[in-house]
């Protein structure tokens, strides 16, 4: 199980880097990715978020399930579970609760802009 903290911040450093590093890639190839100068409609219209100096957030949306833990034998907490769920027995007996909940929320972020 991974602490909702780190799950967010390694989602949101990830994407970011992740884009950086394909701007990189294609730097000689002709194409752009979040290339500055574009046009966008007055964000009254579209209800798009823009920085101070014009550029447009991008929303990153999270849906997550998280767990919250607590028992004997076990560290209590909140996590999001990520990737496959293994259940088995680990030879220790405990006894726990566990509550699952979902939150949806979304985080706004400025991707790393490509110059023309």
Partial sequence: ????????????????????????????SGGAI?????????????????????????????DVAVTAVEGKGTKGGIGVFVGAVGLGSQGESNVSTQAASRIKFTVPVLLPIHKL
């Avoid at 209800?47 to 447009?56: A, L, P, R």
């Fill in 1 to 28: 199980m991974m602490e909702l903290e780190d799950f967010i911040k390694k989602s949101l450093v990830q994407i970011i880097t992740a884009v950086k590093s394909a701007q990189s890639d294609i730097a000689d």
């Fill in 34 to 62: 979040n290339p500055t100068g574009l046009q966008f409609w007055p964000k009254q219209l579209t209800g798009e978020k823009f920085s101070s100096d014009g550029n447009i957030t991008q929303n990153v949306q999270f």
